[in-house]
């Protein structure tokens, strides 16, 4: 493995294989047998209702961001030194108009409960963004590949329960953390409403 990064492996024969072999079919029309079973696969592992395949984890941060701000104007919470708020071009305020309001990542990956509760958007003032979502990333690459507390990810799940907001993890990582922890994905996911997750860093 590349050191400088985790996304510039390579695949060995066995997988060229496994890829050469695979059955294939028209994915618009959902005619795809191994992109089915991999969706099927990841909903389960996750406890999600279903999974979609997506060339790029950009992009299914971005698909997942937009499935739950269904209005311009609407706003992310999310860490200062997460993926998404640093990079990612900054797609979810691009392309859906979704406004981004950063909390202070600590060095672990988690950030101050009390700090994002005051990032919370009043409902009753129309001047101001409304907060629909708030995102973690499990591990956390700006962090030094952190694993999250499941305790933490616990708390924050509370918290948006009870103001009605939605829940999205940045899984990217999200297998890394699962071996660390020792214990399945949906150990992690099932306090997320969304999971991203790169199949290029498992």
Do not use: W
Request: proline share 5%.
């Amino acid at each position: 493995m590349l050191a400088r990064s985790d996304v510039l492996t390579k695949p060995n024969k066995a997988m060229r294989k496994a890829m050469a072999e695979a059955e294939v079919g028209d994915d618009v029309f959902r005619e795809d047998p191994t992109i089915l079973k991999i969706e099927t696969k990841v909903a389960e592992m996750f406890g999600m209702e279903s999974a979609l395949f997506v060339p790029s984890g950009t992009m299914g941060n971005l698909i997942s961001i937009m499935a739950h701000c269904c209005n311009r104007g609407e706003e992310i919470i999310l860490g200062d030194q997460s993926h998404l708020f640093l990079f990612e071009q900054g797609g979810y305020a691009q392309v859906a108009g979704v406004h981004p309001m950063p909390v202070v990542n600590r060095k672990d990956g988690t950030f101050s409960i009390d700090e994002m509760k005051r990032k919370i958007r009043p409902i009753d003032d129309p001047h101001q963004p409304i907060t629909r979502v708030i995102s973690l990333e499990d591990t956390h690459n700006a962090c030094g590949g952190r694993v999250l507390p499941l305790a933490f990810i616990e708390e924050v799940s509370a918290v948006a329960k009870k103001h009605d907001l939605v829940l999205h993890m940045d899984g990217a990582r999200l297998m890394n953390a699962c071996y660390a922890l020792g214990c399945p994905p949906v150990d992690i996911t099932r306090h997320c409403d969304s999971v991203s997750m790169c199949l290029s860093k498992v």
